[in-house]
C-alpha cells in the first residue's frame, strides 16, 4: 500500500481495488498499534483509533477530500500515485 500521507505518527494509505472488493473510496490510517479505515466523507468503516487522532484524521479528510478522491481515481486507474500534504 503506498504511503500518500505522514503526519503526528499517523500514516495513511491507499491501494488499488482492480481485482479486489471494489468498496466504497476509502483510506487506511495506522497510528501505533491501532488501525481505522475511512471513507471521504469521514465515516469508520472499520477499526478504532483515540479520539485526538480520529478528529486530525477527520480534519485532514475535510480539508483534501478532493484531492483523496482524484487520487482514488488515479490509483484504481493503475497509474503512479501522487502524495497529499501532511496536516500542520
Request: glycine share 4%; charged share 25%; hydrophobic share 40%.
Amino acid at each position: 500500500m503506498p504511503i500518500i500521507s505522514q503526519f503526528y505518527g499517523i500514516v495513511v494509505t491507499m491501494y488499488d481495488e482492480l481485482k479486489g472488493k471494489h468498496h466504497t473510496p476509502h483510506i487506511h490510517i495506522r497510528y501505533n498499534n491501532y488501525k481505522v479505515v475511512y471513507d471521504f466523507n469521514c465515516n469508520i468503516i472499520e477499526g478504532r483509533i483515540p479520539y485526538k487522532q480520529k478528529k486530525m484524521i477527520e480534519a485532514w479528510i475535510v480539508i483534501h477530500k478532493e484531492e483523496l478522491i482524484t487520487l482514488w481515481n488515479v490509483i484504481q486507474e493503475g497509474k503512479e500515485y501522487f502524495k497529499i500534504e501532511p496536516l500542520k
